[in-house]
Nanobody
Framework: QVQLVESGGGLVQAGGSLRLSCAAS????????MGWYRQAPGKVREWVAT???????SYATSAKGRFTISRDNAKNTVYLQMDSLKPEDTALYYC???????????????WGQGTQVTVSS
């Protein structure tokens, strides 16, 4: 069983910063893509940012220039540094990862339970 656990959410004023973390644990041979998504009340879950094992990143338009995704492969952990936060960034933030539990096995995608980010105006 592979679990993803997010942390670092909280309440912050507009213009402030938060750093989210997501650690994967369990039997893991390799992790390819790790990403962050968010879901605001009454809205569909939307993609925020992705980082692959080589370090190449991609961002949603809403996150570009304000958020930075990074990862520590030795710790199977992905981070999301969020700066210049806006009230519209308020959402439940989820991480996901696609991984293998053995060298030639299939890839599986798991999700964390989410961490709440609330930005006050």
């Amino acid at each position: 069983q592979v679990q993803l656990v997010e942390s670092g959410g909280g309440l912050v004023q507009a213009g402030g910063s938060l750093r989210l973390s997501c650690a994967a644990s369990g039997t893991i041979f390799s992790i390819n893509t790790m990403g962050w998504y968010r879901q605001a009340p009454g809205k569909v879950r939307e993609w925020v940012a992705t980082i692959i094992s080589s370090g190449i990143t991609s961002y949603a338009t809403s996150a570009k220039g304000r958020f930075t995704i990074s990862r520590d492969n030795a710790k199977n952990t992905v981070y999301l540094q969020m700066d210049s936060l806006k009230p519209e960034d308020t959402a439940l933030y989820y991480c996901n990862a696609d991984f293998r539990i053995r060298r030639y096995g299939p890839t599986t995608i798991n999700w964390g339970q989410g961490t709440q980010v609330t930005v006050s105006s």
